[in-house]
């Protein structure tokens, strides 16, 4: 069965200390992978996606993701963490649906709290 | 460019009353989606819209919910009547299908009240 699995319901950091948010997903072919966030009332802002090519890949506000095919995971990675990233994180898979269009399957998210 | 616009950002209601939520999807966006999203989870698929075809609504609960689209560009979604458990952020999203990625684009989302 097509999932995603998102280990860590609550993560707690201090300001500047590294993050990584951890995703998994179960899917029998090639993945297109996301991460969003959701800042509190606020929609999904998309973060970084992967299709192809390198597997690091670089997305906005200073995160970066790496896809470990061996792993089936798809980690979200930021060196400093900053007040304003306490939100959100959403990892989600492009997966085919009969179709032949793309849907994306959601993991349940991780919410992030920083601690100044 | 200007992103996914919905309104009211913020609904307050009575249960058994009925209430309604509009989306306009990023210019040239074929695709337009609802989600419902309660606290602390993902969101989940209500409805897609490829144009104006309603092509994936078998998580759309019939009895009360309807969308439409008429002319392939912005969207309603109604609730009638409303239950305290419809009490949740309404997303709308919007695609424009290249490559066929998956990659949403989405709006700041509804907030419904029942009461």
């Known amino acids: 069965a097509q999932s995603v699995t998102q280990p860590d319901i609550h993560i707690t950091v201090s300001e500047g200390a590294s993050l990584e948010l951890r995703c998994n997903y179960s899917?029998?072919?090639?993945?297109?992978l996301f991460w969003y966030v959701q800042s509190p009332g606020q929609g999904l802002q998309l973060l970084l996606k992967?299709?192809?090519?390198d597997t690091l890949v670089q997305g906005i506000k200073g995160f970066e993701a790496e896809f470990k095919r061996s792993q089936s995971s798809f980690n979200l990675r930021k060196p400093s963490v900053h007040w304003s990233d306490a939100a959100e994180y959403f990892c989600a898979v492009g997966a085919l649906n009969a179709g032949n269009n793309r849907k994306l399957i959601w993991g349940l998210g991780t919410s992030l709290a920083v601690n100044p | 460019e200007a992103g996914v616009v919905q309104s009211p950002r913020y609904k307050i209601i009575e249960k058994k009353q009925p209430v309604a939520f509009w989306c306009n999807p990023i210019s040239g966006h074929n695709t337009l989606y609802w989600y419902l999203q309660n606290l602390g989870q993902g969101p989940e698929l209500l409805i897609r819209?490829?144009?104006?075809?309603?092509?994936?609504d078998s998580q759309l609960p019939k009895d009360r919910f309807s969308a439409e689209r008429l002319k392939g560009v912005d969207s309603t979604l109604k609730i009638q009547p409303a239950e305290l458990g419809d009490s949740a952020v309404y997303l709308c999203?919007?695609?424009?299908?290249?490559?066929?990625?998956?990659?949403?684009?989405f709006g700041e989302g509804s907030r419904l009240t029942v009461l």
């Open positions: 819209y490829e144009n104006e075809e309603a092509v994936d």
């Open positions: 899917y029998g072919a090639t993945p297109y």
């Open positions: 992967y299709f192809s090519g």
């Open positions: 999203a919007s695609s424009s299908g290249q490559g066929n990625t998956g990659e949403l684009f």
